[in-house]
Each structure stands twice: as structure tokens, then as C-alpha cells.
């Protein structure tokens, strides 16, 4: 079965460009979302255990195997592991939740969610634990490094995870874990849109076999901010594209294209069928339509600070932006 473009991994893997994410999916909708997606032509799915909708996500798998004649070995899955599970000891059990939630016996792809560490006393349940000394905030393991949960993560069965990877790292995060095992990440899963196309990383992650996968390729609704998709840019490229092609290009369509120029994979999340649909169709963008999409890099903006979140922040720098910038706040222990 065709997974249609894709991309090489340095373990050799193919990993689709186009794919479905299910990050603020909501119960009782993400299954039947799952099951468009692969009806509709997805074969990459994006998971993680924070996103609590693993299990439902499995059953929409399980309906597509048996109502689609789709194979385990046609889909590309990723998951990811939590922040509260870094310590060495705890990452395999982490491991082996997940696949008890998706009732799968292997993923593609296992992604360290974040380069922080919460402290853990092995609850399971316990996702955000809380600082003693601040209840809006979560707490922080300055113990654990990311190179002792990057070698854990290695140490992981093959016959359980086919690849092993990063998300949201920096240069100096994939630089520490790289030099102190050897040991290359398959992906780094960042936040990449038009407003943060983020050049320097992404040719380090070229230089080094890294395989960038997109998410919040719309900007997302964290901060109530306008979708990327409503500028006008974005919609004279679409309309640009529809007139040289004769077919409707959508502004969607547009940045989901843009953001695989290179190679890279991107995973846009909706659970209505229509836009799942819309979401999968490929377009070649011109180049006067790319740099419509382009123009936008000159606003510079994150979306998805940690340091930020409410009710609970996480006082931690990991992008050194502004607001991480407190004295109070935690520096990632890098473990060099």
C-alpha cells in the first residue's frame, strides 16, 4: 500500500510527509478522526501519551484493520514519552503503557515529548506534578538529565519501537545527547510554521540525518490568536494556486505544502471529515506562491511556550524567549 510521499529516516524507515495528528483531539472524537484519516489516504499518525486519548486512538486503528483491510505494517505510528516518566527506570514501563493503550505490539517511532524532566514518585497517573513551593507551577527534576533518558531511550527493544527520536530539542539539547552517546535522534518533532520557519535548526537537523516533522503548522489556539491560514498572504497564495492550476487550492493546502518543502513531514490535526479530507491533498506551490508564504517569517512567533501555560507553567527555559528568561526559572540539564 502506498504511503504516498515520504521521507527517509537515518535508520533507513520511510516515514510518510503527510500525516494526522491528534494533540487536543477530544474523547469520543479522536477514533472516529483516526479512522477518516486512514480512510481517506493518511498512513502517518501522531500520538502521544499527554494528548490521554491513546486509547480511543487505538480503537480507530482496530476499526480501520477490520473495516478498510488496512495492515499494522501500512501505518507509520509515533507516540511520545511524558515528561514525568524521564527517569531512567521509568522509561520502558512508559514504553509498554502506551502500547497497552493503542493495543499495539510495536510503534515506528518514540519520541522524547520534551527536553524537561517533572519529578516522579512512579504514579502513572501523576502528569503534572506540583511544586511544593508554587501550586501553579509544575515541578522540576533537575536530577534527571537528557542524556540519561536519551540512553534509556536507546536502550529500548527494537522489537517495540523501530525508531527513536526527539521533539521540541534545541541545537545545544541535540548537540549534548548526540555527542555524549553517539547516538543520532531519527526526528526532531518541532513547531514550524510560516511565522517560525526557524533556518538555523533546520539546516543542523540537515546536517546531522535529522528528519524535521512539523506540528501547529496553523499556529494553534493556545494564545487566541488568528490561524495562520486567515492572512491575506496565505489566501493570494491559495488563490494564486487555484488560477495556475485550474483546481481549488485552499489556504490549508498551502501552508501544509509549504511546510514539507524540503522533505519535512507535518501533521495537521482536525476531527472534521471534510478538512481531514482537504488536509490530505497534495499541491505543488510556485515560487512566487512560497514566497507569499515566506513574507510571514519577518513576524517571528511562538506559539507553544511552556514557561507561559496556564494554570500551570512550567519554570523552565527551553527556547530562551523572553518570558523564560525569569532568574527563578529551572535551565535544562542538559547532562555534559
Keep these: 500500500m502506498s504511503l504516498g510521499k515520504t521521507a527517509k529516516l537515518n535508520t533507513g524507515a520511510e516515514i510518510p510527509l503527510r500525516g494526522y495528528g491528534t494533540w487536543q483531539a477530544?474523547?469520543?472524537?479522536?477514533?472516529?478522526?483516526?479512522?477518516?484519516?486512514?480512510?481517506?489516504?493518511?498512513?502517518?499518525?501522531?500520538?502521544?501519551?499527554?494528548?490521554?486519548n491513546q486509547r480511543e486512538v487505538g480503537q480507530g486503528i482496530r476499526r480501520a484493520f477490520q473495516e478498510l483491510g488496512i495492515k499494522r505494517?501500512?501505518?507509520?505510528?509515533?507516540?511520545?514519552?511524558?515528561?514525568?516518566?524521564?527517569r531512567p527506570d521509568l522509561v520502558p514501563r512508559a514504553l509498554d503503557n502506551t502500547l497497552n493503550e493503542l493495543g499495539l505490539e510495536y510503534l515506528d517511532l518514540y519520541l522524547v515529548h520534551w527536553p524537561v524532566a517533572f519529578k516522579s514518585n512512579g504514579d502513572i497517573f501523576n502528569l503534572f506534578p506540583r511544586s511544593p513551593e508554587n501550586n501553579n507551577q509544575v515541578?522540576?527534576?533537575?536530577?534527571?538529565?537528557?542524556?540519561?533518558?536519551?540512553?534509556?531511550?536507546?536502550?529500548?527493544?527494537?522489537?517495540?519501537?523501530?525508531?527513536?527520536?526527539?521533539?521540541?530539542?534545541?541545537e545545544e539539547?541535540?548537540?549534548?545527547?548526540?555527542?555524549?552517546?553517539?547516538?543520532?535522534?531519527?526526528?526532531?518533532?518541532?513547531?514550524?510554521?510560516?511565522?517560525?520557519p526557524n533556518p538555523p535548526l533546520i539546516n543542523y537537523a540537515k546536517e546531522k540525518g535529522i528528519h524535521i516533522t512539523a506540528y501547529s503548522a496553523f499556529g494553534n489556539n493556545l494564545v487566541g490568536a488568528p490561524l495562520i491560514i486567515t492572512r491575506p498572504e496565505i489566501k493570494e497564495a491559495a488563490e494564486k494556486a487555484s488560477k495556475r492550476t485550474g483546481k481549488t487550492?485552499?489556504?490549508?493546502?498551502?501552508?501544509?505544502?509549504?511546510?514539507?518543502?524540503?522533505?519535512?513531514?507535518?501533521?495537521?490535526?482536525?476531527?472534521?471529515?471534510?478538512r481531514i479530507q482537504e488536509n490530505f491533498v497534495d499541491v505543488e506551490l510556485a515560487p512566487d506562491e512560497i514566497a507569499l508564504v515566506d513574507s510571514l517569517a519577518k513576524e517571528e512567533k511562538r506559539y507553544n511556550i511552556p514557561a507561559g501555560y496556564k494554570p500551570t507553567s512550567w519554570p523552565i527555559n527551553i527556547f530562551n524567549t523572553p518570558v523564560e528568561q525569569d532568574p527563578k526559572f529551572h535551565k535544562v540539564n542538559l547532562g555534559i
Excluded: C
Design 26 to 52: 477530544k474523547p469520543g472524537e479522536v477514533g472516529e478522526g483516526v479512522f477518516q484519516a486512514l480512510k481517506a489516504g493518511y498512513r502517518h499518525l501522531d500520538l502521544a501519551r499527554i494528548y490521554q
Design 173 to 196: 539539547h541535540l548537540e549534548a545527547i548526540i555527542k555524549a552517546t553517539g547516538v543520532v535522534p531519527a526526528v526532531n518533532q518541532i513547531e514550524r510554521h510560516p511565522y517560525l
Design 139 to 170: 515541578d522540576i527534576d533537575d536530577d534527571v538529565s537528557l542524556v540519561d533518558t536519551w540512553k534509556a531511550m536507546i536502550q529500548l527493544p527494537k522489537e517495540k519501537v523501530r525508531a527513536i527520536g526527539v521533539s521540541n530539542f534545541t
Design 73 to 86: 505494517e501500512d501505518i507509520f505510528i509515533t507516540s511520545k514519552l511524558w515528561n514525568s516518566e524521564h
Design 249 to 274: 487550492v485552499t489556504p490549508a493546502q498551502v501552508v501544509l505544502a509549504w511546510s514539507e518543502i524540503g522533505g519535512h513531514s507535518v501533521i495537521p490535526k482536525s476531527v472534521n471529515t471534510p
